[in-house]
């Protein structure tokens, strides 16, 4: 089992960057696969970056050169640079850790991008 909360979200002006944060807890952090989701009213929940246990990352197209994903496998913790904000990246932004089969989310946080 593992627990994870999200923390960093906000408003913020287009332009303007965020961290955000997800802290694990309850199992072996390291060996999971840490991805960062989105999901925009009436939208459906996508993919925003993702990175495994041994570093490869991926990122959606609509975010590459903008976001930035870390993991610190000694603070059980993975993050999310946001930077040059748009009004389209509002969402609320959900944390997962995945070791197949077994898959978990956080309560996730809010972003919005408004001037």
């Known amino acids: 089992q593992v627990q994870l909360v999200e923390s960093g979200g906000g408003l913020v002006q287009p332009g303007g960057s965020l961290r955000l944060s997800c802290a694990a807890s309850?199992?072996?952090?390291?060996?999971?696969?840490m991805g960062w989701y989105r999901q925009a009213p009436g939208k459906q929940r996508e993919l925003v970056a993702l990175?495994?246990?041994?570093?490869?990352?991926n990122y959606a197209d609509s975010v590459k050169g903008r976001f930035t994903i870390s993991r610190d496998n000694a603070k059980n913790t993975v993050y999310l640079q946001m930077n040059s904000l748009k009004p389209e990246d509002t969402a609320v932004y959900y944390c997962?850790?995945?070791?197949?089969?077994?898959?978990?989310w956080g309560q996730g946080t809010q972003v919005t991008v408004s001037s």
């Open positions: 997962n850790a995945d070791w197949q089969p077994l898959s978990y």
């Open positions: 309850g199992s072996i952090f390291s060996i999971y696969t």
């Open positions: 990175i495994t246990s041994g570093g490869k990352i």
